[in-house]
Every structure is written in structure tokens, then in C-alpha cells.
């Protein structure tokens, strides 16, 4: 059984950081897209950053400059570093990893509370 287990969130003042992180277990994601995406009460869920198999990553405009995206192969683990956060960055925070190859599939965490006071 493939699960992906979040943990880092929090409350923080404006300014403060915060480290995301998602452990992967039941599949190697070496050949697959890891990222972080967010969602906030009746908003569509929303790509906050990604990192390919190959190390390619991608940020949100809102967020780049920012947020670090990286991952351990080695571990199955992909991680967000969220610098100089702002209130609105506060969101439940949603790992992600999917692969459009052979196989294709996608697998998405339970969320983790990010809020962000001013």
C-alpha cells in the first residue's frame, strides 16, 4: 500500500519559516514528479512547486524566491523549505507524486495545516 506521510506544518508569524516534509512508503518515486500543492476552503487546489525525477523544479509565481523544493531519492522524501511566509501562504498543504510514464499514477498526502499570522 502506497502512503505518503506529511509532517512540518504549523503556526508561525509573518516573516517566520517553516520545512515541509513527505515521506513516500509501498513505492520508489525515483521516476516520478514530487511537489506541493495547496488548497484553501473553496479554492481549487493550486501547484505551489515541483521537482522532476531529473531535478528539474518549478515554483509558483507567488512563491518563488521564497520556497525551496528538494528531494531524496535515497530516502523516498521530498521537502519544502518556506521562507519569509506571508498570511497568505496559509493553506493545507498537499504532497504530491505522480508519473505520467509506464506506469502512470498519482498519490496525494492527507494535507497539513500551514497558517501564517500577521
Known amino acids: 500500500q502506497v502512503q505518503l506521510m506529511e509532517s512540518g506544518g504549523g503556526l508561525v508569524q509573518a516573516g517566520g519559516s517553516l520545512t515541509l516534509s513527505c515521506a513516500g512508503s509501498g513505492r520508489v518515486f525515483s521516476a516520478a514528479t514530487m511537489g506541493w500543492y495547496r488548497q484553501a476552503p473553496g479554492k481549487q487546489r493550486e501547484m505551489v512547486a515541483t521537482?522532476?525525477?531529473?531535478?528539474?523544479?518549478k515554483y509558483a509565481d507567488a512563491v518563488d524566491g521564497r520556497f525551496s523544493i528538494y528531494r531524496d531519492n535515497r530516502k523516498n522524501t521530498v521537502t519544502m523549505q518556506m521562507n519569509n511566509l506571508e498570511p497568505e501562504d496559509t493553506d493545507v498543504y498537499y504532497c504530491n507524486v505522480r508519473r505520467a510514464g509506464t506506469p502512470t499514477y498519482v498519490y496525494w498526502g492527507q494535507g497539513t495545516q500551514v497558517t501564517v499570522s500577521s
Open positions: 521537482v522532476s525525477s531529473g531535478g528539474i523544479t
